[in-house]
């Protein structure tokens, strides 16, 4: 693992790349010590790793959105599941471009799973994190029929090109050498 640096009075563990230009903490601003912060390690509060949050958030409703100041949300992603969930923005403390805190007290459960936040610091959300996928097709690398551009193919298998040649000779050329055959229009290729 690389270096960290963790912050004396709130107990927050930063990557050493990300915080090594920093003065105060972005959670607590408390200032940084030049001495110890690199490996010092804070017993008394627990700590907050900022590699492995249970949410990132995305986005913040702008102060005119509502009338009512008190409908204003932060819009969080779960970690696990993915779901979008809002939070009201009065249950944090503390905003800043790269990171909100939840108030102390305040406990909060995805939506979508149910797993409680754990972590009190929600990072924004990286710029390279997408959704799952892992459900959807990747319709840009399926064969599709060049004629109706269907997904609904089928390969023409071995049998029954050979049993297409046997019955139909040299007739069966335009079916023997093509590998599918779509279910929609019936054109091979």
Same mark, same amino acid.
């Given at each position: ?5 963790? +912050? ?16 105060? +903490? ?16 804070? &017993? ?31 819009? +969080? ?6 779901? @979008? ?18 108030? &102390?007290?305040?406990?909060?459960? +995805? ?53 297409? @040649? ?5 007739? @069966? ?9 779509? &279910? ?6």
């Amino acid at each position: 693992m690389g270096k960290k640096i963790v +912050c004396e009075s709130c107990g927050t563990i930063f990557p050493f790349e990300k915080a090594k230009d920093f003065t105060v +903490c972005p959670v607590c601003n408390a200032s940084f010590d030049d001495g110890e912060n690199e490996s010092s390690t804070h &017993d008394e509060k627990e700590k907050i790793d900022l590699d492995h949050p249970d949410m990132y958030y995305y986005s913040i409703d702008s102060e005119d959105k509502y009338e009512d100041k008190s409908w204003r949300r932060i819009w +969080c992603e779960c970690i696990s599941c993915r779901y @979008a969930n809002s939070i009201l923005y009065s249950n944090f403390i503390l905003i800043n471009p790269e990171y909100v805190k939840l108030k &102390d007290g305040i406990e909060i459960r +995805c939506k979508g799973c149910g797993k409680a936040v754990t972590n009190p610091v929600i990072p924004k959300r990286p710029d390279g994190w997408r959704e799952l996928e892992m459900w959807e097709k990747d319709y840009n690398n399926l064969p599709k029929c060049p004629i109706c551009h269907s997904t609904k193919i089928h390969k023409i298998s071995m049998t029954n090109k050979a049993a297409s @040649a046997l019955t139909f000779g040299i007739f @069966a050329v335009g079916h023997v050498s093509k590998t599918y055959k779509c &279910d929609i229009c019936g054109s091979k290729f």
